[in-house]
Each structure stands twice: as C-alpha cells, then as structure tokens.
C-alpha cells in the first residue's frame, strides 16, 4: 500500500496516536463533526440493530459512537481506547457498560461475546487492517456484523491531509496516518470470513461546507466511507 508520505501536502509535526489524542482529547469533541461519522451510520440498513445483545466499540474515543448506539438499542457496549485521555472523556460521558484501555488489535475482550464490533476513525491510525480484522472476528460469535467507518483513501490522497489537531499551544499537529485503499479492506475482511453487506461513501456536501468553507474545492469529493462486514 502507498506510504502517507507519498501524498503529504502539510508537513506538519507527527505524532504517535497516544500522544496526539492525548493532547487533542480536550477539543476532540469540538472540532469532529457528526458529517463525518454519525452521518453514514444513519444510513445503515442491513444491521438488525433490534436483534444485538452486546456490542463493542473499539477505538471508543470519547464515545461519540456509543451515544449513537444507544439511540439504536438498549444493548450493552464495552470500548476500548489506547489513549488514557480520550477513555477518560468516554467514563464521563457514561454510555458504556466497561471501558477498557487497550489495543484494538488485542483487546483482551472475551472471545465470541458479541454480534456487533463497531470501529469508527481508526484505521487510518493502523500500519496495516489485519490484526484489526482479525480481532473484529474474534470477539464475534456469529451471526453478527462488524461496522467499520474510516477517513476516506481517496480524500487523503487528493488533499494530502492527515488527521490532525490544533494543540493548545497553538501548532497544528499531525496524529500517524496510512492510506488503506478500499481493496485492502476487501483482502483483509474476506481473509478473516466476512461478507460485504453494505459500501457507503460520504460525500463533502452542503453540510460539511457550513461547517468547513474552505472545502468548497474539495465539494462531492468522498471524506467518509462505512463497511458493514457480515457474519452470517
Ligand atoms: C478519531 S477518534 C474516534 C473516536 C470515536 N470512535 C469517535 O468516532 O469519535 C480515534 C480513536 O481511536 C483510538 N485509537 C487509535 N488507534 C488505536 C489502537 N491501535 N488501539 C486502540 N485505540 C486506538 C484513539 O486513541 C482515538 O481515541
């Protein structure tokens, strides 16, 4: 797969994924918009959201995903989270039923104790999907379904734009990024037995241009996609 490096128009300052959430964690909430994420959720249509008894959520954050989970069903969610700062936001916010600080490529979750993993804006963090995966289908007993929402590979190619923060101190920093093209999710979803059930791509509409001007050059450009993997 091409190295972020290869696309990188900002050069900002990069750091770990533990570090640079720590130091977002307390403007995260503010400056992540529910365009991004939230959006292609709502347009999910082939999970039988009624049917889950208990769900993860890796890479929890602050718990954006599971306050939208729990608009869904009334199921228990544990997350995970590598960031201390971030899981820190997520036990104030109160939506999971255990939080857990680890990595989502091995939680330490119980084998087979779920029907749905959910995984939203992480993967761009991971060097390779694999392991990720991989876990994704350990932690499920079927039938279940794994949701896996992620930065677009084709906008962080066109705009060389990695994720990334203001720091309080005023620099803008970068948090370690990869491309993973949409053929890599393939290879490694259908290596572990998923199916694919669902594609949707978020478009940078009239939504995403209220809330970000400068983007009008960007406008109908894809910013999100969202998998949805099954396990029948
Ligand atoms: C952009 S935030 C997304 C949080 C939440 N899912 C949301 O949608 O708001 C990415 C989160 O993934 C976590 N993360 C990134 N790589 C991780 C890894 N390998 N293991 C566990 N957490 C990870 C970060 O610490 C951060 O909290």
Same mark, same amino acid.
């Given at each position: 797969?091409?190295? %972020? ?7 900002? =300052? ?11 964690? !307390? *403007? ?7 365009? @991004? ?10 999970? !039988? ?15 954006? =995903? ?9 199921? $228990? ?5 590598? =960031? $201390? ?15 857990? +600080? #680890?990595?989502?490529?091995?939680? #330490?979750?119980?084998? #087979? ?13 991971? !060097?390779?999907?694999? $392991? ?9 007993? &079927? $039938?279940?379904?794994?949701? @896996? ?5 084709? %906008?962080?190619?066109?705009? #060389? @734009?990695? *994720? +990334? ?11 370690? =990024? +990869? ?5 890599? +999710? ?36 894809? %910013?999100?996609?969202? /998998?949805? /993997?099954?396990? &029948?």
């Amino acid at each position: 797969m091409p190295s %972020f490096d290869r696309f990188d128009r900002r050069h900002y =300052t990069t750091t770990s994924v533990p570090a640079g959430y720590g130091a977002w964690a !307390p *403007t995260y909430e503010s400056t992540v918009e529910d365009c @991004m994420d939230l959006a292609l959720l709502n347009r999910i249509a082939s999970v !039988p959201w009624d049917g889950v008894t208990r769900a993860a959520d890796l890479g929890c954050g602050s718990g954006r =995903t599971a306050s939208w989970l729990r608009t869904i069903g009334p199921f $228990p969610i544990d997350g995970v989270d590598i =960031t $201390p700062e971030m899981l820190q936001l997520a036990r104030t916010r109160g939506v999971h039923d255990r939080l857990v +600080h #680890g990595d989502v490529r091995s939680t #330490g979750l119980d084998t #087979g104790a779920y029907d749905l993993v959910v995984c939203c804006l992480v993967d761009e963090h991971l !060097p390779d999907l694999g $392991p990720l995966y991989e876990e994704a289908r350990r932690l499920l007993v &079927p $039938p279940a379904t794994f949701v @896996m929402v992620g930065f677009h590979p084709f %906008f962080i190619m066109s705009t #060389g @734009m990695p *994720t +990334h923060f203001d720091s309080t101190d005023g620099d803008t920093l970068a948090i370690e =990024t +990869h491309v993973h093209l949409l053929g890599e +999710h393939m290879a490694a979803a259908g290596g572990t037995g998923f199916q694919a059930s669902e594609l949707h791509e978020q478009l940078v509409d009239d939504e995403f241009i209220r809330l970000k001007p400068s983007w009008e050059a960007c406008r109908d450009w894809p %910013f999100s996609y969202a /998998w949805v /993997w099954s396990l &029948p």
